[in-house]
């Protein structure tokens, strides 16, 4: 399947390494169309010489163009956010894992039965639970 | 007019006191339908008691009802990114304001035309672009 992994970029890249393997662990059996997200920059390589206009443009083509969207959310992010609405309106399914001991979820996420969402405390917990919510697709 | 505060709450708290003078700005001569965005709490008052489930539809029952958006992005949300959004898909005009010594915007909202953006360094810059931006509705 064609995976749109979703994850803070400008909003803060606490969790980049953290995107990092869960992208590469994704890769074992499916495509991910945002790999960038995961690269061990502030920026990621994608974007060096892009106008935000065609990061823009890239990225709503990749979402309309995946199956499935997997989403971190525990560093907030405007940008994951707004995906995540996206992908709402475009009706794919979306699966949103973040870390409780980081913060509370917003109530827009948690509070919209569209969402399929799961705490996880461990890593492992994490690829064990983004395997299953692809395995039931 | 009927105006939509978004700002960040579960995001993290640091610029409740300035979305609260902006409120109280906008209150001059609109009525904000999210007062309690500004509230100087971490949780404001109309969440209290409230499931999380609630708080979504209270949100998205204002947001079909405004007359338009005014979000202060300065601090990284994934709630605002999603308001932005479904902002957008039920076509209420958005304009979004951010301090550039804060951090780089998303590009999924920088990159994206519908939105109305303004950068700004002063809180009394703030006040006259979000009355110029209504003013011109």
Same mark, same amino acid.
């Given at each position: ?7 803070? /970029?400008? +909003? +803060?890249r606490?969790d980049a390494a953290?995107y990092?393997?869960? /992208?590469?662990?994704? !890769?074992?059996?499916? &495509? ?5 997200? +995961?690269?061990q ?6 974007? $060096? +010489?892009? &106008? ?5 443009? !890239? ?12 989403? $971190? ?14 992908? !709402? !309106? ?19 996420? &948690? ?11 461990? $890593?492992? $917990? ?12």
């Amino acid at each position: 399947m064609k995976i749109y992994f979703a994850g803070s /970029i400008r +909003g +803060g890249r606490a969790d980049a390494a953290l995107y990092a393997r869960l /992208i590469a662990h994704l !890769q074992l059996r499916h &495509t991910v169309l945002t790999e960038h997200v +995961g690269a061990q920059s502030a920026f990621p390589t994608v974007e $060096e +010489g892009m &106008t935000d206009h065609a990061i823009w443009l !890239q990225d709503m083509a990749w979402l309309r163009d995946c199956d499935a969207v997997i989403a $971190e959310c525990s560093t907030p992010s405007h940008g994951v956010g707004y995906e995540l609405a996206m992908a !709402q !309106q475009l009706g794919k399914p979306v699966f949103i894992f973040y870390r409780p001991d980081r913060g509370f979820l917003s109530a827009m996420l &948690t509070g919209d039965p569209y969402y399929h969402i799961s705490p996880y405390l461990e $890593e492992s $917990e994490l690829f064990s639970l983004a395997d299953a919510a692809l395995e039931f697709l």
